[in-house]
């Protein structure tokens, strides 16, 4: 029973397929991109917030457990690879967002009294809305 596991742990999908999930390109404005990027990588006045490596890091291992869960339903030819990566991707940009949510460092007190609010990456809401997912070639 173990060597079962194992290897629907090891299922991989075919060579090249890969999700990717944070801002495309094209997807949102260019202002909304440097934002994001700015934010995420931190300049010399804006501190690192790493939304998208914070919140795809903290939550591996429940990506792995939901590919494991998948894996047999896709050996039986009940789900396609394709619905799940979709499936997993949902997840994850959910997770990306929710790690927006609760980002730090919060902004200062004067960019507080300035924009009305503490949390850096939710401003206007441009950067979280536009945070999706797509399969990379």
């Known amino acids: 029973m173990r ?8 299922l991989k999908l075919p060579e090249g397929r890969k999700i990717g999930v944070g801002l495309p390109s094209g997807a949102v404005s260019d202002e909304t991109l ?7 990588f ?3 006045d804006i501190p690192a917030r790493p939304f998208i490596t914070n919140a795809l890091r903290d939550n591996r291992l429940k990506y792995r457990r939901m ?14 690879s394709d619905d799940a990566m979709a499936r997993l991707a949902e997840i994850a ?10 980002a730090k460092p919060h902004n200062a ?3 507080v009294r300035k924009k009305g609010s503490d949390n850096p990456l939710i401003e206007g809401g441009a950067m979280q809305r536009g945070i999706t997912w797509r ?3």
């Open 3 to 10: 060597i079962e596991r194992k290897k629907k742990r090891e």
């Open 34 to 40: 440097a934002k994001a990027i700015y934010n995420h």
């Open 42 to 44: 931190g300049t010399a």
């Open 67 to 80: 590919m494991a869960d998948m894996a047999g339903p896709i050996l039986r030819g009940e789900l396609t």
């Open 93 to 102: 940009v959910a997770d990306v967002k929710a790690e927006m949510v609760k």
């Open 109 to 111: 007190a004067d960019t």
């Open 135 to 137: 399969r990379d070639p």
